[in-house]
């Protein structure tokens, strides 16, 4: 099973927030616990960044995601392709991915608000 | 020789007899609420030339030109419809396209007609015939004539839909004849330059402020690019001895086909929807302004 989680940068691992616009996924294989860091497509996107983002997702034979907030168009694609969707907080790739094994983690149930990722939602 | 007729009184609306002829002009700015409506509809009431409004997502000529409306056209934009029985799933439709607009779920290929370009592309590389070319609706073009007779045109974008293109390639391809003042939509993008393409000038309106030169410079470069002859139209200028667009103009020598000082008077009268060369004594600084073009060829 292979879990790809939104982070911001590969040095720090912070979780991000933001599904589409977050710059690098990390890919883990729960069997192999291998763990791969991949440029996010819906970074670059000028338009369509959600779409590019799930696209990528699904393309890496991912079936869940870890991440913060995800926008209509990206939700609408893992939700038809059974991808599983799980919310985390602001904390370190390595938590996030204990956190899941574990089976703490919640799942995200709706799409939250578009264009989340761009502008200073900080 | 091209001349205008000269307005007896500020209270009589004539209509000036000589209009420009083939003369394809633009009225754009870079900055939003520099003034291109009140530039646009007034020298095109001056000059008698029909006024098109190409700023489709936000079209507001109309309010000051009041035209009967005499056609809309509903206007449409391409889309992929994908034939589910002859689908095999391939994925090929999806990596092609550029703008996201397609994706290969588990169950079947997603559509978002919104970030369709119209490009065609899926249709070529889809080895089983399975997308139809859909049409879908994505706003209006209307006609109208004026008091006096003289056509209008708008473009008018659905809400919610992102691409303005088509509405402006229809009116300019299909409604439009080859005399006439376009009123562009604010900024220099996509919407700007398919108002531009074979435009004969571009008059450039430039607010008296530092965002409003700032934006003016980008304009000008734009024009430049598309070997797009321009003056400039001072708009709620300043005195021109601290004039920051006057000032600009004079150091880059660039043309300068008007000024129009910052007054609340221009402001109520816009206020309530009417032209400036009708209300109040702006007439001959639109017909300057008009004069200035002419001489530009």
Not at chain 2, 63 to 74: A, G, H, Q, R, Y
Request: net charge negative.
């Amino acid at each position: 099973m292979k879990i790809c989680i939104s982070i911001a940068s590969k040095d720090d691992r912070t979780v991000d927030a933001r599904f589409a616009r977050s710059m690098f996924w990390g890919l883990y294989d729960v069997e192999s616990e291998m763990l791969e860091f991949i440029e996010n497509e819906g970074f670059v996107s000028n338009h369509g960044a959600g779409i590019a983002a799930a696209h990528q997702v699904i393309k890496l034979g991912a079936d869940a995601v870890i991440t913060g907030n995800i926008g209509p168009n990206a939700y609408e694609i893992l939700e038809d392709s059974d991808i599983k969707m799980y919310k985390m907080g602001s904390a370190q790739l390595d938590e996030a991915v204990k956190e899941f094994k574990e089976g703490c983690l919640g799942e995200i149930s709706g799409a939250g608000p578009k264009h989340f990722g761009m502008g200073s939602s900080k | 020789m091209r001349y205008l007729v000269p307005a007896q009184s500020t209270l009589e609306w004539e209509v000036v007899s000589k209009m420009i002829e083939k003369k394809r002009i633009a009225v754009l700015s870079g900055k939003g609420g520099s003034g291109k409506t009140t530039i646009a509809t007034n020298l095109a009431r001056v000059t008698g030339m029909p006024y098109v409004d190409l700023d489709v997502e936000e079209p507001n000529g109309f309010l000051f030109v009041k035209p009967d409306i005499e056609d809309t056209m509903d206007v449409t934009a391409f889309y992929p419809i994908i034939d589910k029985d002859k689908c095999t799933m391939c994925g090929k439709c999806a990596d092609m396209c550029n703008f996201n607009a397609m994706v290969l779920g588990k169950k079947k290929v997603l559509v978002y007609d919104k970030l369709c370009h119209g490009c065609g592309v899926c249709t070529l590389v889809c080895e089983s015939d399975a997308i139809l070319e859909g049409q879908r609706s994505i706003g209006s073009a209307m006609r109208g004539i004026d008091e006096r007779g003289i056509d209008a045109f708008q473009g008018v974008l659905n809400v919610g839909e992102a691409m303005a293109g088509p509405i402006i390639s229809h009116i300019k391809n299909k409604m439009i004849g080859d005399s006439y003042v376009v009123d562009c939509a604010p900024g220099c993008s996509c919407n700007v330059v398919k108002a531009l393409i074979d435009i004969d000038f571009a008059v450039l309106v430039g607010e008296d402020t530092q965002f409003g030169l700032h934006d003016l410079i980008l304009a000008m470069d734009l024009c430049g690019k598309m070997g797009i002859p321009y003056g400039v139209v001072i708009n709620k200028a300043a005195d021109l001895s601290s004039s920051l667009v006057y000032q600009y103009c004079e150091k880059e020598s660039i043309e300068v086909l008007g000024v129009l000082p910052f007054s609340r008077e221009v402001a109520k009268s816009y206020s309530k929807g009417n032209l400036i060369v009708k209300d109040l004594a702006y007439r001959e600084v639109f017909e300057d302004i008009a004069f200035k073009i002419v001489g530009e060829q």
